[in-house]
Every structure is written in C-alpha cells, then in structure tokens.
C-alpha cells in the first residue's frame, strides 16, 4: 500500500505556477497568455485556474479522469474549500487516437460550467489544435474561454462573484509560494521521521528492539506521514519519507 502511494505521488508533478508542462509541448508565449489570465482570475477571487500537460507515461496504468483528480487534489486548486472554484486543464499529447485533454472542475463551478458546456469548450476550443499537435493555440483558446464564462458570471453577481470571505490576491491554496499545505504536508513528515528514528534509538539502548509499543508507534508515526501527504501534497515530502524509511530500515538491521 505504502509502495504503491509513493509511486503515484512520483508522477505527480509540484505545483509551481499556474502551468506545469512536463511534456514539453507549450511554447513560452502561450505559458506567458494563460499566466496572465489565471492570474487575472486568482487575483480578482473569481476562481483558480491552471493548465498541466504531462507524458502518456505518466499517467500508468491511471485512467486520465482519476489522474486529473488526484492532481487537483494534490495542488490543492482553489480559494479554499469553502468556495472550490479550482480548474484544471490538463493535457496528455500522443499519436493521433492517443491525445487526450480533461477539465477538472471543481464542485463552486459546476454550476458555471456543467458537463456539457465542458464538452463544448473540449470540442470547439481544443480539439482542433490538438490535432494538429497544436497544444499551445489549444491551451490558449480553452483558458480564453473559461475565463470569459467565469468573468461573465462573476460580473452578474453568480457564483463566481468574489465574496468578502474569499481569498484574493494569489494566496489561493495551490498558488505557490502561498500553499501552506504542501509545506504543512513536508513538515508533518519530517517530524514524524525524526521521532521514528529516535525511538528506534532509544529502544535499541533499553535492549528492548523493537518492541511491541515501538513497532505500533513507527506505524503510526508512518501512517500519519502518508496520509498528510495524500491530504497536502508535496514532492519534497514524499522524498523525505523515502529517507525516513530508509535511515529506519537501517537501524533496525
């Protein structure tokens, strides 16, 4: 199980910006167009919005839709839970019958963009650049128009008209620089890691290794460490868990 969580975080890339092109297929000025508009949106507190493109290996044995998900719950998109205005673009390029795209949407925008308007802007707004392995004039039109929708609805007073209570000026939650869950996430691990060792210390100086009250502590020690990974996300913090591990297993032998 423990394998297994750490094999998915590894192909989850850091969230550093409102675009992350692990695949290589954005070209800086279309980077540049839809930083600004997501920016325009997470400043203005109407919704976070950020595009990935990632390799087909990437993705395993995942189905893209659980992939897309499990990375918008790893950047942790939005203005917090309250309002769940997160979005993500994500784009998976390949040979023709292997390009994929899948808008994530978080439940505060539903209501602005149900299924089948997402399938529109699929339609109408990427898949035609896509077949041209365009990814970078399809990255642009499909920002272009979800931000219109939503500056649209924001501007009548809808559900994505900023409230007092929201968050603004960038400090949504997967904004980098500003997610104190993925530094809450490496910080938890840390400490946890720094005790398993300790224990494993000090039970080995009691002639009492590992013992039974040891053995429960480390699990759940380690079991904490997973699960505020899982919850946060943070590549930093799946690395140090790794050495945790590691730096355990080697007192214990």
């Known amino acids: ?34 930083r600004q508009v997501a920016s325009q949106l997470d400043h203005a507190g109407v919704a976070q919005v950020a595009v990935a493109a990632v390799p087909e290996s990437a993705l395993d044995d995942d189905s893209l839709e659980d992939y897309a ?16 205005d997160g979005l993500l673009v994500l784009f998976v390029p390949g040979k023709p019958g292997h390009r994929k795209i899948r808008i994530e949407v978080g439940y505060g925008l539903e209501g602005v963009l149900p299924d089948g308007k997402v399938g529109e802007i699929r339609t109408q707004q990427a898949f035609p650049y896509m077949k041209n392995d365009d990814y970078s004039g399809a990255a ?34 997967g904004q980098a620089g500003a997610g104190p869950a993925n530094a809450g996430g490496l910080v938890v691990t840390v ?7 300790v224990l ?27 699960v505020s990974l899982v919850m946060a996300g943070s590549g930093a913090g799946w690395l140090a868990l790794v050495i945790g591990l590691i730096v355990s297993a080697v007192i214990w032998a």
């Open 191 to 197: 400490l946890c890691m720094l005790a398993l060792v």
């Open 69 to 84: 998900v499990a990375l918008f719950k790893k950047w942790g998109l939005g203005h917090g839970t309250k309002r769940d």
């Open 140 to 173: 642009v039109h499909v920002v272009d128009r979800i931000a219109s929708i939503l500056q649209a609805d924001a501007a009548a007073g809808g559900d994505t008209a900023p409230a007092r209570d929201s968050m603004r000026g960038g400090k949504g939650i």
């Open 1 to 34: 199980m423990l394998l297994a969580l750490l094999l998915a975080a590894a192909s989850l890339p850091d969230f550093n910006g409102y675009v992350v092109d692990k695949a290589g297929v954005l070209d800086p000025s279309a980077i540049a167009h839809v």
């Open 200 to 226: 494993l210390v000090t039970s080995g100086a009691r002639r009492q290794f590992p013992g039974k009250k040891t053995q429960l502590a480390g699990a759940g020690l380690t079991g904490l460490s997973v």
